[in-house]
């Protein structure tokens, strides 16, 4: 275990159904991260969290929603998906934003398939 | 625009062979340097960082990275590597400036170690 639990790890659902990813750090870290890793793709960045607010979305669909209650648990919640969303979803934390001198830590990630 | 390129995608060594992957990035000032593996089904983690100092970095497995500003540069070394080093390997830059600082990725190189 990393310190970063995410559920489910794996997650197949069709385009008109609604789910969520969670994920949950004990680090005591102040930023947390949604990141998307497709086949042949740089990781991409699709939210940021620091000390609960939302301080960055990079240009993602408004069919990801992401959620954080508090400064431990992240969540994405999914709607009205398409095929092309399918991807590892990776959940990250590091002890400050922005300055990311310590590196992140990663959760295993929750696989998810859009048919 | 900033970025970061890992010049070979598949690398397939035999055991006991040396290693080096390359990273470059684009970007003309402060950089923190990182490398993250990822084991097969498994969370990426931090194999090793550079912040400033010595150029050449040791991690975890006996991986070692150097660090050479004049071309833009951060390979990953290791003299001879094991079976279980097979994993997709990936550098990150995190660069600019401010609230503006980013993690960016690169596509990753996926290294396979033939018994």
């Known amino acids: 275990e990393t310190g970063v639990t995410q559920t489910p790890r794996h997650l197949v659902m069709g385009m008109t159904n609604k789910k969520s990813l969670k994920c949950e750090q004990h680090?005591?870290?102040?930023?947390m991260y949604w990141y998307k890793q497709s086949a042949k793709k740089p990781l991409e960045l699709m939210f940021v969290?620091?000390?609960?607010?939302?301080?960055e979305n990079n240009s993602v669909p408004s069919r990801f929603s992401p959620e954080c209650p508090n400064s431990s648990h992240l969540f994405l919640h999914l709607h009205t998906l398409q095929p092309e969303d399918s991807a590892l979803y990776l959940c990250?934390?590091?002890?400050?934003?922005?300055?990311?001198?310590?590196?992140?830590?990663f959760g295993s990630g929750t696989r998810l398939t859009v048919v | 625009a900033q970025s970061v390129s890992q010049h070979n995608h598949h690398v397939i060594l035999s055991e006991a062979a040396s290693l080096e992957l390359g990273c470059n990035y684009s970007y003309g000032g402060t950089v923190n340097l990182f490398w993250y593996v990822q084991y097969p089904g498994q969370h990426l983690q931090l194999l090793l960082k550079y912040f400033s100092g010595d150029p050449l970095v040791k991690g975890i497995k006996g991986f070692e990275a150097e660090f050479i500003k004049s071309k833009f540069s951060f390979n990953l070394r290791k003299p001879s590597v094991q079976w279980s080093d097979t994993a997709e390997y990936f550098c990150a830059v995190n660069a600019g400036a401010g609230n503006n600082r980013k993690l960016i990725w690169g596509l990753g190189t996926s290294l396979a170690v033939n018994p």
């Open positions: 680090l005591g870290h102040n930023a």
């Open positions: 969290y620091s000390l609960e607010e939302r301080v």
């Open positions: 990250a934390s590091s002890q400050e934003w922005a300055t990311t001198n310590y590196g992140y830590t």
